[in-house]
């Protein structure tokens, strides 16, 4: 058998890897392809037939797929060093728009969601950087460039070893998930939907 999966570089690298990895210990003889794309492009791939399922960041609005979420994350603002000495306790949300920030793309479903947060306060952020992956974002803040936004399950190795710092804020970010797309009426061949029931039930 053969699976065809779109997801981003991220969502690659911190949440399907161990899940890749250890279903191919179970099935040796099942090939995997991932496509690295942002989420928007992802759907755009399974719906042109490209891949059998997509993961992809969460609130999507589209009639034509099936969602499935299927791990819960959470966004935070991290800094490095210097600037973590400077704050004074929690950051408003007025405060943390007047700091460099550095930012995913304008166009990705996790730089939208944030977006809508700091709405809610008639705010809009403005970033110094934006880049294209929560990697280049952290070696960014590591450099001193500013406070950066990414996604905490993917820098808590970072985050334990004191190499960044969250920054405290007082205001919440909702939490949101990661979800599993296919389409509507397009049922998956037999390794696509073992590799999805083996992500659902957490065997890993």
Do not use: W
């Given at each position: 058998g053969e699976i065809n999966i779109g997801a981003g570089d991220s969502i690659s690298k911190y949440f399907l890897m161990d899940y890749m990895v250890k279903f191919l210990e179970q099935y040796p003889k099942i090939k995997i392809n991932v496509k690295n794309r942002t989420s928007d492009k992802t759907l755009l791939l399974l719906k042109q037939g490209k891949i059998d399922m997509g993961f992809v960041n969460l609130p999507i609005d589209d009639n034509n797929v099936e969602v499935t979420p299927c791990k819960e994350?959470?966004?935070?603002?991290?800094?490095?060093?210097?600037?973590?000495?400077?704050?004074?306790?929690?950051?408003?949300?007025?405060?943390?728009?007047?700091?460099?920030?550095?930012?995913?793309?304008?166009?990705?479903?996790?730089?939208?969601?944030?977006?809508?947060?700091?709405?809610?306060?008639?705010?809009?952020?403005?970033?110094?950087?934006?880049?294209?992956?929560?990697?280049?974002?952290?070696?960014?803040?590591?450099?001193?460039?500013?406070?950066?936004?990414?996604?905490?399950?993917?820098?808590?190795?970072?985050?334990?070893?004191?190499?960044?710092?969250?920054?405290?804020?007082?205001?919440?970010?909702?939490?949101?998930?990661?979800?599993?797309?296919?389409?509507?009426?397009?049922?998956?061949?037999?390794?696509?939907?073992?590799f999805v029931d083996t992500i659902l039930n957490k065997r890993k």
């Open positions: 994350i959470a966004d935070c603002f991290i800094t490095g060093k210097a600037i973590h000495n400077k704050i004074q306790g929690k950051v408003t949300p007025e405060q943390l728009v007047s700091y460099p920030l550095v930012m995913l793309e304008n166009k990705t479903t996790s730089r939208q969601f944030v977006n809508a947060v700091f709405a809610q306060f008639d705010l809009k952020p403005d970033p110094v950087m934006e880049l294209c992956s929560i990697d280049l974002i952290v070696d960014a803040v590591r450099k001193g460039v500013g406070i950066g936004c990414v996604t905490r399950e993917y820098v808590e190795k970072e985050l334990s070893k004191g190499e960044i710092f969250e920054v405290p804020l007082t205001f919440s970010l909702p939490k949101r998930s990661l979800g599993i797309v296919t389409m509507k009426g397009a049922p998956l061949n037999f390794a696509s939907y073992k």
